[in-house]
């Protein structure tokens, strides 16, 4: 199974760039997580904030793959503990679906994106800034992958 962590923003600083790839490389051939980043939208004064979200889903949409369970990333969803996150995993690895984490820009994600997901994660009532988030990700899908295989990472 592959997941697909499609993310608008480039250019990170190298401790977001580098977080993640530690915990992506972290993870099993069966469970795979391959980061897409989306260019973020040219700031004008003449685009609103809407405009620009809108674009940036846009984006998000066309790069999600065919057959694909979409996983929205926003405050406003469903959030998972560890043990929820690693039962949905067994889920989607039993599945063999590949899932699509969809996270916005500095802006947040376009109400299409919102609309297209099966599946709607809130990370924390907090706001966090969209390049921590790749980082929390990576280390929260490394998490529930150990609690299913056993390893002592995760302590209960």
Known sequence: MHIHLIAVGTRMPSWVTEGYREYARRLPHECSLRLVEIPPCKRKKTLSIARIREEEGRQLL????????????????????????????????????????????????????????????????HTLPHALVRVVIAEQVYRAWTLLSGHPYHRA
């Open 62 to 125: 066309a790069a999600i793959p065919g057959q694909t369970l979409v996983v929205a990333l926003d405050v406003t969803g469903e959030p998972w503990s560890t043990q929820e996150l690693a039962f949905r995993l067994q889920d989607w690895m039993q599945g063999g679906r590949a899932i699509a984490l969809l996270v916005g820009g500095a802006d947040g994600l376009a109400d299409a994106c919102l609309a297209r997901a099966d599946l709607c994660w809130s990370l924390s009532a």
